[in-house]
């Protein structure tokens, strides 16, 4: 049987005897949409009289392509300069229609050609979400033309911390260079527009209600001291600079978010909610009275009325709210569909209150957790989840019902760049680990781990022929 090594792994694949010789196996193959297959579904059939790709849609006829030519690779030369490539047939659907990845260009600004780059691995792994955190305390990283301070002082910072941070650290040591930078409206477009032709969608965050460091310093009336000055917050960790909850503010975040409607495209639009102290709603007379008004007993819960607010833009416009698992607390909208991070069991909750859930638990598809012994890796936030623990990940949580189970939407894997300060070091981290978890966001049939490592060894040179740097197997 010649070498076929495809990732993910189709969930159908034959090999047959014999081949079909001809001198340009791409070139020749017959392409078609048709009607007898699901819209996620594509079949590959190789005889020795040609090659023919089928699919129940455009999208789907893209993965097509993708399988087949990591399939074609395995072709050996033939008389005449033609090549002989095996005959197969392969029949296929991704298991979750959210397959996706985020990357946070807020800590650390990424070039737009990276990011490009970025989208050829996805496509390369069959993946159709790239979730862009775009704004955080560190910095804001989307051009917005009513408020221009948010990227003429909230996408830089005077300098970064040195080394790991620890918690309830207060004094840092830090670099003494200023960094940021971020993307405007037209190379932002191009990033929308060279996704969509890979079928992959590019869902944009704006982190709030905390998170939101970098646009009070922008603008320091949306804080809840806007007597006082902030800067671009240089250390990690959590700020309890969020915004206040002023009309104004609502009305400056609903701004904020038309014009980011505008630049994309997608149903659907993450607005965080994660990590969102309450100590200055609790200490602010204005948050008080917000707060005595809507008959709330607890400043934590001004959160979720704030979300409901600024959402109002996202169902003006027919798209869906997303947030981090703990806008499940914050009484969010019965449609926002929620992000399990903390955990699995917190896709659990989310699932068994109704909410259509993306898994991206922190234990296992976290990418910015360390890969092997953390004295000889690169500096990461913490954690272990090695390539086997990735390729062990178990999407949907064993504990829910078939009915639960069905709001399980699909999964994600995440890039934090705190420590990845550029392009080399996030494909350090992201591969090959995002080729294992590729496997089970599209349901590839679970195999040895032996099996998953002899086709991802020649799917390294795939990866190395984007220009994207990887972490060598051990």
């Not at 955080?136 to 830089?156: C, M, N, S």
């Not at 405007?184 to 990033?191: A, Q, R």
């Not at 607005?271 to 005595?292: I, Y």
């Not at 978890?437 to 190395?464: C, M, N, Q, V």
Request: with cysteine; aromatic share 8%.
């Amino acid at each position: 049987m010649p070498d076929i090594a495809i990732v993910p792994a189709p969930h159908e694949l034959t090999v047959d005897e014999g081949r079909w010789i001809t001198a340009d196996p791409i070139a020749g193959a017959v392409r078609d949409v048709v009607e007898n297959l699901d819209a996620t579904e594509y079949r590959i059939d190789i005889s020795t009289d040609g090659a023919r790709l089928t699919a129940g849609s455009e999208d789907a006829l893209r993965h097509a392509e993708t399988t087949y030519a990591q399939l074609v690779e395995a072709a050996e030369p033939a008389e005449h300069g033609k090549v002989a490539v095996p005959l197969a047939h392969v029949a296929d659907a991704p298991r979750f229609g959210w397959r996706g990845m985020m990357l946070d260009v807020a800590r650390h600004f990424m070039p737009k050609e990276f990011v490009l780059r970025v989208i050829d691995v996805l496509a390369l792994h069959r993946l159709n979400v790239l979730h862009f955190h775009l704004t955080d305390d560190q910095g804001w990283r989307v051009e917005i033309e009513a408020y221009p301070k948010l990227t003429e002082v909230g996408a830089w910072r005077e300098h970064t911390m040195v080394g790991k941070m620890s918690h309830g650290q207060t004094d840092f040591e830090y670099d003494g260079i200023r960094h940021g930078g971020f993307y405007t409206k037209d190379e932002l477009w191009e990033i929308v527009a060279y996704a969509a032709e890979r079928g992959i969608t590019v869902v944009p965050e704006i982190d709030l209600p905390g998170h939101m460091q970098a646009a009070i310093t922008a603008y320091p009336e949306l804080g809840n001291h806007p007597d006082q000055q902030l800067s671009v917050r240089p250390y990690w960790g959590i700020s309890d600079d969020v915004l206040n909850v002023n009309d104004a503010t609502v009305e400056f975040v609903k701004t904020v978010l038309r014009e980011v409607l505008e630049i994309f495209p997608s149903p659907y639009v993450h607005l965080g909610g994660d990590e969102c102290p309450s100590v200055q709603w609790a200490e602010s007379e204005v948050a008080q009275k917000r707060q005595a008004e809507l008959g709330l007993d607890e400043p934590g819960q001004l959160q979720g009325w704030f979300t409901a607010q600024v959402a109002e833009v996202l169902a003006e416009q027919g798209r869906r709210l997303v947030g981090w698992d703990e806008m499940v607390e914050t009484d969010c909208p019965k449609d926002a569909v929620i992000m399990a991070w903390r955990s699995a069991q917190r896709g659990e909750v989310a699932a068994k209150a109704g909410h259509e859930v993306v898994m991206a638990p922190c234990e296992s598809v976290y990418f910015d957790y360390y890969q092997g012994d953390p004295a000889t890796e690169p500096l990461a936030i913490g954690g272990d989840i090695p390539l086997r623990k990735v390729y062990d990940f178990e999407v949907i949580p064993a504990a829910l019902s078939a009915a639960e189970q069905a709001l399980i939407v699909g999964t994600q894997c995440q890039i934090w760049t705190e420590y990845m300060e550029g392009p080399e070091q996030v494909g350090y981290m992201l591969l090959p680990r995002l080729s294992a978890f590729a496997e089970r966001a599209w349901g590839s049939p679970k195999t040895s781990y032996d099996e998953f490592l002899a086709r991802l060894r020649p799917h390294l040179k795939r990866i190395e022929n984007l220009g994207v740097n990887y972490r060598p197997l051990d």
